[in-house]
């Protein structure tokens, strides 16, 4: 006999009828709203409709919920910024429609505001200092792609050759996480847009390495 869709069975036992995709979402948006800590493995059980035997059986436990749920957050950005990077021609040109995507999802009303990636576990206790060691791996790897595209553009003469792309790097990556915390307090998608075009201003151009 054919399983209904949405219908996880394991083992001999008796089939786990919930659809595990729809639970998941609920679970990323629960972090994604209140952070790892704060988010109570009962909050989580009622938000995702399952008994906390079932949470433990299908997800393994609370980090092991979250690390998935880490794993579906990104998937939803379908690697746009790796994306982004190669559309575009030049660094600025990256750098500009990576923060204006941004201030765009930080701010949709669907979802919750900022970026989980960016809030999501950045204060935790001793015990939670794997989750705390994700996120951080997660803003590195945006740090380390972000000064790789800074340097061709580098080899590519849109920079001079001795800007310093660490440097650029970290402070287009801190106007990211920035907005996430405005977006997270209230701000709209036009106040982030125009820090943006702050931010942009500050970028250098042939010849004008970053200020030490």
């Known amino acids: 006999m054919k399983k209904a869709a949405g219908q996880v069975q394991r083992g001999r036992g008796r089939p786990r009828c919930f659809d595990q995709e729809a639970a998941l979402e609920r679970a ?3 972090f994604w709203d209140r952070g790892y800590e ?4 009962d909050e989580l059980s009622a938000a995702m409709g399952i008994s906390l035997s079932s949470l433990y059986a299908t997800f393994g436990g609370k980090e092991q919920l979250f690390r998935t749920a880490v794993d579906r957050y990104l998937a939803r950005g379908g690697g746009a910024m790796d994306r ?3 559309e575009e021609p030049t660094a ?3 750098v500009r429609r990576l923060l204006e995507t941004a201030a765009d999802e930080f701010t949709r009303p669907e979802h919750p505001s900022g970026c989980m990636i960016a809030l999501a576990g950045t204060q935790c206790s001793p015990d939670a200092r794997p989750v705390q060691d994700l996120m951080r791996g997660h803003r590195e790897a945006w740090h380390a792609s972000l000064q790789a595209r ?3 553009g580098m080899e590519d003469g849109e920079l001079a050759s001795d800007t310093d792309a660490a440097a650029l790097a970290t402070f287009y990556v801190t106007v990211l996480l920035g907005m996430s915390v405005q977006a997270r307090d209230g701000a709209s998608p036009e106040s982030l847009r125009a820090a943006v075009e702050a931010a942009m201003r500050a970028w250098p151009g042939p010849g004008a390495p970053l200020a030490p």
């Open 150 to 152: 800074i340097q061709r």
């Open 84 to 86: 982004i990077f190669a």
């Open 92 to 94: 600025r040109g990256a």
């Open 28 to 30: 990323v948006l629960l």
């Open 38 to 41: 704060a988010t109570s493995l």
